[in-house]
């Protein structure tokens, strides 16, 4: 009996000292899309949003709840140069290129939070300059004329005589 008790105790021993190397700390990130011409009741649900670490090839996708807001852990155990990415939903989003990455940056603890905000619009913007390569044309007109700017009666520069 005393023979089984020392094997017990020993091996509670071992299992106390290997047990904390083998529990891995996970890392959350959390953050949340906005919208400029949503309105305040939107439904934020089934964006998703891609988290990925340079370093690594893991790739993950988590999909926002209705307030806009997710959380996911991060693919590797080094932290450093990851980002999310705004991918997209079943609704059709129009987002610039400057609006849909974030850096992923330490907050406190293990939680990780986004440096920007993912941003995006519902409905097409009337200014594409900062979504696309459209060119107004916007010739000068006299002031006294009292005419509104030319980019509203000549909103591209056509294509005139293609050869």
Request: net charge positive; glycine share 6%.
């Amino acid at each position: 009996m005393a023979m089984q008790l020392s094997f017990l105790a020993l091996f509670l021993f071992t299992a106390a000292l290997i047990l904390p190397s083998l529990v891995v700390s996970v890392s959350l990130v959390e953050g949340k899309v906005s919208c400029y011409d949503c309105p305040s009741d939107y439904d934020y649900s089934g964006i998703m949003i891609s988290v990925s670490c340079s370093h690594s090839k893991t790739r993950f996708t988590v999909s926002t709840d209705k307030k806009g807001e997710f959380m996911s852990e991060l693919p590797s155990r080094v932290k450093s140069d990851c980002e999310a990415e705004l991918q997209g939903s079943f609704k059709q989003l129009y987002a610039s290129k400057k609006n849909i990455m974030s850096k992923i940056v330490k907050l406190e603890g293990d939680k990780y939070g986004l440096s920007s905000k993912l941003i995006f619009l519902k409905s097409c913007p009337r200014s594409l300059r900062s979504f696309g390569s459209s060119k107004t044309v916007d010739l000068p007109v006299p002031p006294e004329w009292g005419l509104a700017p030319t980019s509203y009666y000549l909103p591209f520069f056509p294509i005139i005589g293609i050869p």
